[in-house]
Nanobody, 123 residues
């Protein structure tokens, strides 16, 4: 059974850090591009990072560039999202998703999705 499971979310103060995990089962994650998306209440789902199967040139939007880093660990069939210098506007449900081709910021082009993990940045 193909499954993606996110974990690592929680409540953190502004300026803090979190590391999200996206663990895959039922397929080899290394063969897929993996994207991280987030969705805040009342807002559209937004892509925050993507890493291709070749691990070249991970992409980030300006809103998170320099603060978020996507990391692939093929041995663990897992992709991580390291989030530093968190801001209240980073508060959202974070999802990982995969597709068998290259990276794209278009959420509808991803095949498999996890259930999401809540990240809340607040003092």
């Amino acid at each position: 059974q193909v499954q993606l499971v996110e974990s690592g979310g929680g409540l953190v103060q502004p300026g803090g850090s979190l590391r999200l995990s996206c663990a895959a089962s039922g397929f080899t994650l290394a063969s897929y591009a993996v994207g991280w998306f987030r969705q805040a209440p009342g807002k559209e789902r937004e892509g925050v990072s993507c890493i291709s199967s070749s691990i070249t040139n991970p992409s980030y939007p300006d809103s998170v560039k320099g603060r978020f880093t996507i990391i692939r660990d093929n041995a663990k069939n897992t992709v991580y999202l390291q989030m530093n210098s968190l801001k209240p506007e980073d508060t959202a449900v974070y999802y990982c998703a995969t597709r068998p081709y290259g990276c794209t910021s278009v959420a509808g082009l991803y095949r498999y999705w996890g259930q999401g993990t809540q990240v809340t940045v607040s003092s």
